[in-house]
């Protein structure tokens, strides 16, 4: 039986949210949606995009703000109080460097040549190659998911 493949993917939340996912091991998707999570696997590689440091403000970060795998286990709910209680899925955070988008986009094979590169987030979650997530995590600093071959300039 092959192996099954390891996916990586790009999420979308405002760095005050990707931070309080750091901080408690988890991740969470599209306001707390079971299916973007179900989708992925223990070992996939997970990205977070911030266009923004706070939710429902135009700030323009546009920075990647956090990286990490996918760990063991299904999707969860988790009661945040309020009547809120969302879909959240455990990672594995590496220790990285908050990283400004512009300087990656002529290098990523998802936003090379688009002048409109903000659209490939607009549904929170989105699938990348191996080499594209390679490239942020390198330019990230995420030594433990970057592989030596992979240089840390996004040029």
Same mark, same amino acid.
């Given at each position: 039986?092959?192996?099954?493949?390891?996916?990586?993917?790009?999420?979308?939340?405002?760095? +005050?949210?990707?931070?309080?996912?750091?901080?408690?091991?988890?991740? $969470?998707?599209?306001?707390?949606?079971?299916? =973007?999570?179900?989708?992925?696997?223990?070992? @996939? %590689?997970?990205?977070?995009?911030?266009?923004?440091?706070?939710?429902?403000?135009?700030?323009?970060? !546009?920075?990647?703000?956090? *990286?990490?795998?996918?760990?063991?286990? @299904?999707?969860?709910?988790?009661?945040?109080? %309020?009547?809120?209680? =969302?879909?959240? #899925? @455990?990672?594995?955070?590496?220790?990285? $460097?908050?990283?400004?988008?512009? =300087?990656?986009?002529?290098?990523?094979?998802?936003?090379?040549?688009? +002048?409109?590169?903000? $659209?490939?987030? #607009?549904? %929170?979650?989105?699938?990348?190659?191996?080499?594209?997530?390679?490239? *942020?995590?390198?330019?990230? !600093?995420? #030594?433990?998911?970057?592989?030596?071959?992979?240089?840390? @300039?996004?040029?």
């Amino acid at each position: 039986m092959p192996a099954p493949t390891t996916n990586h993917w790009i999420c979308v939340a405002s760095a +005050n949210h990707v931070r309080r996912g750091v901080a408690g091991g988890f991740m $969470q998707v599209n306001h707390g949606k079971r299916a =973007p999570l179900a989708r992925m696997r223990p070992g @996939d %590689g997970v990205a977070y995009y911030s266009p923004t440091e706070t939710f429902g403000e135009k700030d323009g970060l !546009q920075a990647f703000t956090a *990286i990490g795998t996918v760990a063991a286990g @299904d999707p969860y709910l988790f009661d945040m109080g %309020g009547g809120f209680v =969302p879909f959240r #899925r @455990d990672v594995i955070w590496d220790p990285a $460097q908050t990283t400004a988008i512009r =300087p990656l986009l002529p290098a990523l094979a998802l936003t090379a040549g688009h +002048n409109h590169w903000g $659209q490939v987030f #607009r549904f %929170g979650v989105v699938r990348i190659s191996a080499a594209d997530f390679h490239k *942020i995590a390198a330019a990230m !600093q995420a #030594r433990t998911l970057c592989p030596p071959s992979v240089s840390p @300039d996004p040029a």
